[in-house]
């Protein structure tokens, strides 16, 4: 945990406190995933699990190991585990000034799907709700967002 509070700090300028990542991990459907290098933590995620969606509620890779590609990898793993636990989705926020973020995560192929208006209650700041989306919905989910209802009708037009 020392390790994650560091790298936290170190990220953000409202940062989680302990209590807040033991709170939400206490959580039966909150995830936490660390990153080793040499028995290093060097960059944590914290999500939560939904009927059909992941929510990212924070992530950060500590400072030395940023453009490595190290974040790529963990979005990467959650993406891999949208369709083997059967989600189309993962939604996350990001603060309306955070700009590296927001090119981070558009380059991993989320969309911005609305704006919270005063979403951080510290700064009164907006946030981005971001969204990735699977292209490829397989049957058994119970998700009509990427599928196009009308097609199957021929003469619908």
């Given at each position: 945990m020392p390790q994650v509070l560091d790298i936290e700090q170190t990220s953000?300028?409202?940062s989680w406190t302990e209590e807040d990542f033991l709170c939400s991990l206490r959580q039966r459907h909150c995830i936490g995933m660390v990153v080793e290098l040499n028995e290093e933590i060097i960059g944590f995620m914290i999500y939560e699990l939904h009927k059909v969606s992941l929510r990212v509620l924070n992530f950060a890779?500590?400072?030395p190991y940023r453009r490595h590609g190290i974040g790529i990898q963990m979005i990467q793993k959650l993406i891999d585990k949208l369709s083997q636990q059967r989600?189309?989705?993962i939604d996350l926020t990001v603060r309306e000034?955070?700009?590296?973020?927001q090119l981070f995560y558009q380059s991993q192929?989320?969309?911005a799907v609305n704006v919270l208006r005063g979403h951080y209650p510290d700064t009164d700041e907006d946030a981005y709700l971001l969204?990735?989306?699977l292209l490829d919905v397989p049957d058994?989910?119970?998700f009509e967002g990427v599928r196009n209802r009308l097609t199957a009708y021929k003469d619908a037009a």
């Open positions: 953000f300028e409202q890779v500590a400072e989600r189309s989705e000034t955070n700009l590296s973020a192929g989320f969309k969204r990735y989306q058994w989910l119970p």
